[in-house]
Structure formats: structure tokens, C-alpha cells
């Protein structure tokens, strides 16, 4: 039958911190709408734009980095491939020159402290973060509206953004419909997304780009366990994974980063010490992701630590000998359950809170280490469904907006939580279990539209107004 399909490459995505719907989503939209002005034959005679910016874009987008994510992707630049380290320098350029290149042929005046305009308080109907484009060309002007709806996904007003339908050997929208597939087939969760991602890609093609986002979640893993510091932003929030890493290890006696997890790997740990590394590498990520680092959204931006802090758990702290398979087929299995938070409830804070983030990731990573500690797929979905259930009601309440506090600290309890669900869930009979993930995917959109919104990602209730901190 023919499906539109939610892949697993559509929740991992590559690109740059500190926020999937506040920082890749914006940036994405924009290289949407230059295509457009491209395709209109209104992109030569444009003579300037504005932005607007609406709703939890408005009142938490400076902090998450929304304008600079913007002027990047008008100058060009693609998420994927930017060199993090030179970010500072375009912006600064662009600040002191006002100049942008639309084109090869054509360079326009754009200010970014007065072209792209945050709407404090104006909410557009369709989702909170909204964002208005308008081009001012010689003889007209264009416009278009976008929404960025969580973990990088957009959508154009009046356009509901489809992926091609694809005929898909197992089709699922609900977590029971690929239970089934796996009875029928005896089959694992990761065996039968992998023959799904495989009917869109070949089989090889799948196993390349799954080792490529795990490839990037451990550079980034290891790059925040050697950075130190104080974040971006004005908290003078302390980057702590550095000295952590340096706590546990009592050496350097590595190079890289496989270097780094043998080093590890073949030294004992207390149980003590191991709770610190997991919380270690979900800071390391995250310290990344604050400061505009090269992070894979898993599935947003602010909840990116989870999934590698849980497989670097297993990778380093596992009796199994662990091969490119067991690392494939575990972010294969998290990232289908991430989908069906994505079709039937929200991945995004302001839409959600933090459970829609915090809570998701944490439910992916439980169900893929169940699994690939030999759970069955029932005992899989048990694990993601405690581990969400112990996060419902989450609020987002980032103190001036920044992805820092309490979304670090986050990132290091999303992952404890989740290796407590599996280990729950591995001595759970299924038969016995009384809630189901099609129920808590419910339950938890159900507590997101109730939810008050100023505990959506806007900044105006809970830490974010508690907390008090100096002007930057």
C-alpha cells in the first residue's frame, strides 16, 4: 500500500545547536523560501527582506540563536557543512557590512538588527512558532509564511509540507500495528524498520547513513568531553563534562575518539562512577549544542545527549562484544519509536513542553537498549512507554531562553531514566503490563494540549521567571 512515510533519517538529523525548532527549523525555512524566490524569477530583483518572527520564536529566539540560524542561511551556508568554529566571525562580518548575497548577481542591504523583527506576544492560529518572509522586489513583493513544528520539521502556511508516498513492506502509524509486523514476521523492531528504510534506500545505503549519525553523535560526545569553559549567552553557565571526563579517567592517553571509548571500556568502574560518565556524556553533547556545535537532532536539538549518552552506556559498559550491528539496529529501533511520537502527538516544546523532547528521546533510547539487550519488541515498547510516563507533564522553562538551564542537566536524567525503563521492562511479561506506548503517545498529547502555555517554550513561567539572573 502506498504510505507517507516518516523515515528514521527525517528524527536524525545532522546540523547545528542550539535548538531543532528555534535554530534548524528557521534555517531550514529559509533556504525553502530563497528556492522559492528562485523559482518565482523574483530573487534577482529583490531589493530587500524582512523577517518576522512570532510566538515562542519571538520571546525565546534570541536566546536559541533563531536570528543567527536566519542570517546563515540567507548567506548561504547549510547546517550539514558549516564550519561551527567560523560562525562568529559571518555574523560579526555581516553586522559590520550589512551586506548579504542573494546571489551571484545580486547583493542587497540587510541589517539584522532591524530586518528580522521579533513579535513579542503575537501568536499566529496554526503553531507557535511561526515566522513571516517578505521580499521587496522593484515591482512587487513576496512573502510567505512558515512554521517550524519541532525537531526541524516545517511546513508553509496553506501547504502541509508531504513527504512521497512510498510503498512500504510494513506500514505502521501506531507502535501495536509494527507489533503485529513482528509477530507475524518473528522479527525484531530494528529488522523490520530496517526493511522499511530499505525500500526507500538500498540496505547498504541505510547502514552507511545510520553510522554516519553515529559517527557524529560520538565526535560530538567526545569533542564536549574535551572542551572547557563558560557558555555563550550570559549565564556564565560552566561547561562541566571537560573536567568530569578528566575525573574519570585520570589519563590522556588516546587520540581520538575510538581511542577514547577502548579507554573506557577496558577499565572498571564503580556504580557510582558509571552513573557519572552517562551524566558526563550527555553533558559533553549538550555543552555542544549550547555553544553552536555540530550535534544530530535526536529528536530535537535540546534533547540531542539522551540517545548517545544511553548508547555510549551500552558501548562502554556492556559484557557483549559490540559491533556495527548492535550500533545500527539500536538507532534504528529509537528512531521508529521517535516517529510515532511524531505522527500521533508532538516533538515540539512549544507545542508539548519538555516531554516532547526530554520525554521522547528518553523514550527512544529505553526502548533501543531494551531491545538490543535482547528484549523482545513487546518488552521494547514497555521500556519506552515507562520512560515517557515518568517525563508526562514536563514543562519547557529555559531561563532566558537559552538551551542551558535546565535543559543540560536534562539531557544526563533522560538518559538514567531511560536505562532504568529498560532494565524495568527486561523483567516486565508483557502480558502483565497495563499501559500500552499507543497509550502514553495519547496520554502525553492529551497533558500537551492542556498544558498552560506559558510553560511551552516561551520563557514566561517556571525556572525561566524564578530564576534570577543578570542582564546580559
Given at each position: 500500500?502506498?504510505?507517507?512515510?516518516i523515515?528514521?533519517?527525517d528524527?536524525?538529523?545532522?546540523?547545528?545547536g542550539?535548538?531543532?525548532?528555534?535554530t534548524?527549523g528557521?534555517w531550514?525555512?529559509?533556504?525553502?523560501?530563497?528556492k522559492?524566490?528562485?523559482?518565482?524569477?523574483?530573487?534577482?530583483?529583490t531589493i530587500?527582506?524582512?523577517i518576522t518572527l512570532?510566538?515562542?520564536?519571538?520571546?525565546?529566539?534570541?536566546?536559541h540563536?533563531?536570528?543567527?540560524a536566519?542570517?546563515?542561511?540567507l548567506?548561504?551556508?547549510?547546517?550539514?557543512?558549516i564550519?561551527?568554529?567560523?560562525?562568529q566571525?559571518?555574523?560579526?562580518?555581516?553586522?559590520k557590512?550589512?551586506?548579504?548575497q542573494l546571489s551571484?548577481s545580486?547583493?542587497?542591504i540587510?541589517n539584522?538588527?532591524?530586518?528580522?523583527?521579533f513579535?513579542?506576544?503575537k501568536?499566529?492560529?496554526?503553531?507557535?512558532?511561526?515566522?513571516?518572509?517578505?521580499?521587496?522586489c522593484?515591482?512587487?513583493?513576496?512573502?510567505?509564511?512558515?512554521y517550524s513544528i519541532?525537531g526541524g520539521f516545517?511546513?508553509?502556511e496553506?501547504?502541509?509540507?508531504k513527504?512521497?508516498k512510498v510503498l512500504?513492506?510494513?506500514p505502521?502509524t501506531?507502535?501495536?500495528?509494527?507489533l503485529?509486523?513482528?509477530r507475524?514476521?518473528?522479527?525484531?523492531i530494528?529488522?523490520?524498520?530496517?526493511?522499511?528504510?530499505s525500500s526507500?534506500?538500498?540496505?547498504d545505503?541505510?547502514?552507511?547513513?545510520?553510522l554516519?549519525?553515529w559517527s557524529e553523535?560520538?565526535?560530538c560526545?567526545?569533542?564536549g568531553?574535551?572542551?572547557?569553559?563558560i557558555?555563550?549567552?550570559?549565564?556564565?553557565v560552566?561547561r562541566?563534562a571537560k573536567?568530569l571526563?578528566?575525573?574519570?579517567?585520570?589519563?590522556?592517553?588516546?587520540?581520538n575518539?575510538?581511542?577514547?571509548?577502548n579507554?573506557?571500556?577496558?577499565?572498571?568502574?564503580?556504580?557510582?562512577?558509571t552513573?557519572?560518565?552517562i551524566?558526563c556524556f550527555?553533558l559533553?553533547v549538550?555543552?555542544e549544542?549550547?555553544?553552536?556545535g555540530?550535534?544530530v537532532t535526536?529528536?530535537?536539538?535540546g534533547a540531542?545527549?539522551v540517545?548517545p549518552?544511553?548508547?555510549l552506556?551500552?558501548?562502554c559498559?556492556?559484557?557483549m562484544?559490540?559491533t556495527e550491528?548492535e550500533?545500527i539496529?539500536?538507532?534504528?529501533?529509537?528512531?521508529?519509536?521517535?516517529?510515532?511520537?511524531?505522527?500521533?502527538?508532538?516533538?515540539?516544546?512549544?507545542?508539548?513542553?519538555?516531554?516532547a523532547?526530554?520525554g521522547v528521546?528518553?523514550s527512544m533510547?529505553?526502548?533501543a537498549?531494551?531491545?538490543?539487550?535482547?528484549?523482545?519488541p513487546?518488552q521494547a515498547?514497555?521500556?519506552?512507554?515507562?520512560?515517557?510516563e515518568?517525563?508526562?507533564?514536563?514543562?519547557?522553562?529555559?531561563v532566558r531562553g537559552?538551551?542551558?538551564?535546565?535543559c543540560?542537566?536534562?539531557n544526563?536524567?533522560?538518559a538514567?531514566k531511560?536505562?532504568n525503563?529498560a532494565e524495568l521492562a527486561l523483567?516486565?511479561?508483557?502480558?502483565?503490563a497495563?499501559?500500552?506506548?499507543?497509550?502514553?503517545?495519547?496520554?502525553?498529547?492529551?497533558?500537551?494540549?492542556?498544558m498552560?502555555?506559558?510553560?511551552k517554550?516561551?520563557?514566561?513561567?517556571?525556572?525561566a521567571?524564578?530564576v534570577?539572573v543578570?542582564e546580559c
Amino acid at each position: 500500500m502506498a504510505y507517507e512515510a516518516i523515515s528514521v533519517f527525517d528524527i536524525f538529523k545532522i546540523g547545528v545547536g542550539p535548538s531543532s525548532s528555534h535554530t534548524l527549523g528557521p534555517w531550514v525555512a529559509i533556504e525553502m523560501w530563497l528556492k522559492e524566490l528562485k523559482e518565482q524569477d523574483t530573487l534577482e530583483s529583490t531589493i530587500s527582506v524582512r523577517i518576522t518572527l512570532y510566538g515562542s520564536l519571538a520571546l525565546t529566539g534570541r536566546g536559541h540563536c533563531t536570528d543567527v540560524a536566519i542570517c546563515l542561511a540567507l548567506m548561504g551556508h547549510k547546517p550539514e557543512t558549516i564550519d561551527t568554529g567560523k560562525i562568529q566571525e559571518y555574523i560579526q562580518e555581516l553586522r559590520k557590512n550589512r551586506l548579504l548575497q542573494l546571489s551571484e548577481s545580486n547583493a542587497i542591504i540587510f541589517n539584522p538588527e532591524t530586518d528580522i523583527v521579533f513579535e513579542n506576544g503575537k501568536f499566529l492560529e496554526y503553531h507557535p512558532n511561526a515566522m513571516r518572509f517578505e521580499a521587496i522586489c522593484r515591482q512587487s513583493n513576496y512573502q510567505s509564511v512558515f512554521y517550524s513544528i519541532g525537531g526541524g520539521f516545517v511546513e508553509k502556511e496553506g501547504e502541509r509540507k508531504k513527504k512521497p508516498k512510498v510503498l512500504l513492506p510494513f506500514p505502521a502509524t501506531y507502535p501495536r500495528e509494527l507489533l503485529n509486523h513482528c509477530r507475524t514476521n518473528g522479527s525484531s523492531i530494528a529488522g523490520i524498520v530496517f526493511e522499511n528504510e530499505s525500500s526507500i534506500l538500498s540496505p547498504d545505503k541505510v547502514n552507511k547513513k545510520v553510522l554516519k549519525i553515529w559517527s557524529e553523535m560520538k565526535e560530538c560526545a567526545f569533542r564536549g568531553c574535551h572542551t572547557g569553559g563558560i557558555l555563550p549567552g550570559g549565564l556564565n553557565v560552566k561547561r562541566h563534562a571537560k573536567e568530569l571526563n578528566a575525573s574519570l579517567l585520570r589519563c590522556d592517553n588516546y587520540s581520538n575518539s575510538d581511542e577514547w571509548i577502548n579507554y573506557i571500556r577496558n577499565n572498571t568502574y564503580t556504580f557510582n562512577e558509571t552513573l557519572r560518565w552517562i551524566s558526563c556524556f550527555a553533558l559533553a553533547v549538550n555543552e555542544e549544542n549550547a555553544s553552536l556545535g555540530r550535534i544530530v537532532t535526536a529528536p530535537t536539538n535540546g534533547a540531542a545527549g539522551v540517545i548517545p549518552a544511553v548508547l555510549l552506556y551500552f558501548i562502554c559498559f556492556s559484557d557483549m562484544k559490540i559491533t556495527e550491528t548492535e550500533i545500527i539496529n539500536f538507532l534504528l529501533t529509537a528512531g521508529e519509536v521517535g516517529t510515532f511520537f511524531k505522527k500521533k502527538a508532538t516533538i515540539s516544546a512549544a507545542m508539548g513542553g519538555c516531554q516532547a523532547e526530554i520525554g521522547v528521546s528518553s523514550s527512544m533510547a529505553a526502548a533501543a537498549l531494551c531491545e538490543i539487550r535482547g528484549g523482545t519488541p513487546e518488552q521494547a515498547f514497555i521500556a519506552a512507554e515507562i520512560a515517557m510516563e515518568h517525563h508526562l507533564g514536563m514543562t519547557c522553562d529555559p531561563v532566558r531562553g537559552l538551551v542551558q538551564i535546565p535543559c543540560i542537566e536534562r539531557n544526563a536524567m533522560g538518559a538514567i531514566k531511560a536505562i532504568n525503563a529498560a532494565e524495568l521492562a527486561l523483567e516486565k511479561t508483557p502480558v502483565d503490563a497495563k499501559v500500552t506506548l499507543d497509550k502514553i503517545i495519547e496520554t502525553m498529547w492529551d497533558t500537551a494540549v492542556n498544558m498552560n502555555e506559558k510553560y511551552k517554550e516561551t520563557s514566561k513561567g517556571g525556572l525561566a521567571v524564578t530564576v534570577d539572573v543578570p542582564e546580559c
